[in-house]
């Protein structure tokens, strides 16, 4: 398959990004180009572009607190979007379409027990209450994708990745994802002398975090490999909070920061790491980027 046959939403985002560098030659879209919660602005850009292959990193994401503020604008946006490209993209007869979802989309569960979640888990129970509905847009997604598949015989899929970190273009706002939110707070003490930072809760919830510059790789190697099947995308390490923002002061040389925690505010799903065993099966000789050297590096481009 030709690079130019090839179009890739959210190109402006921390995966799209990534995706930029791997397929230079590809269609890349940004919010600049088409609005894709308005279904004429999809037709034209499949008019325009005919492409063979769909990649759909594009989505409305943020952190706790603006997913807790605004959980209309984060569903409808997502849902929007969502079906209206999945719909665009087989009345256009495009040959795949890989949709990048999100772990948020599990059942959060009390018991500790029952984790990793794997693929056939996603139904078993609703998402945390506190992206309830960005994580239920996300999830309509992968229904859609299967409807589409069992309707009209399409062999598109969907990716489940962890966590995310990587390049951002972004400034800190309580939009910002946890890892960004972590290394502008780290910087911030850094040039003010702040001798703390101040995270969210309590620092034990758990998770796992990937690069995205992986993700990126990971979708590349789906493509060039003809893989169809829909997969969780992670590292096994998981790790508490409290543990992820110390590694975040070593990587980028400021362990005599202390870190206090404002229990006043959310700590979000306490777990929700996912399994890594499909995607072991599938592809089972990659190596993830290490997380301090990604959050050192993360941190020189903020």
């Known amino acids: 398959m030709k690079q130019e046959e090839i179009l890739i939403t959210g190109t402006a985002g921390q995966v799209g990004t990534e995706l930029k560098t791997l397929f230079p030659r590809a269609v890349h879209i940004t919010r600049n180009d088409f609005d894709l919660r308005v279904e004429e602005d999809i037709r034209q850009m499949f008019l325009d572009n005919n492409p063979k292959i769909v990649i759909h990193a594009a989505a409305r994401v943020g952190g706790i ?22 719909k665009h993209a087989q009345l256009n007869r495009v040959d795949r379409f890989i949709a990048v979802l999100s772990s948020c989309i599990f059942p959060d569960r009390a ?3 029952k984790y990793p979640l794997n693929e056939s888990e996603i139904h078993n129970g609703s998402p945390s209450q506190d992206n309830f509905f960005y994580a239920y847009a996300k999830r309509s997604m992968a229904v859609q994708i299967d409807a589409y598949n069992m309707q009209y015989g399409t062999k598109y899929n969907y990716v489940i990745p ?36 101040v995270l969210f809760g309590d620092g034990t919830p758990m998770r796992q975090l990937m690069h995205s510059r992986d993700l990126a790789q990971v979708l590349k190697i789906m ?56 995607m072991r099966s599938i592809i089972k000789d990659y190596k993830f980027v290490k997380l301090v050297d990604g959050l050192r590096e993360a941190y020189e481009l903020l």
């Open 65 to 86: 607190k603006d997913n807790i503020e605004n959980p209309a604008l984060y569903f409808d946006d997502n849902v929007l979007m969502n079906t209206l490209l999945l």
């Open 111 to 113: 018991d500790m027990d």
């Open 162 to 197: 962890c966590n995310l970190y990587g390049e951002s273009k972004r400034e800190y706002s309580n939009k910002s994802h946890f890892p960004l939110a972590l290394l502008a707070k780290i910087k911030r003490a850094e040039e003010t002398g702040t001798d703390h930072i």
């Open 223 to 278: 493509i060039d490999r003809e893989i169809y099947e829909s997969f969780n995308i992670a590292p096994e390490e998981n790790l508490n909070i409290d543990e992820i923002a110390k590694l975040g002061l070593i990587a980028t040389g400021n362990t005599h920061l202390k870190i206090k925690y404002d229990k006043s505010q959310p700590n979000g799903q306490h777990r929700k790491d996912i399994s890594t065993k499909k």
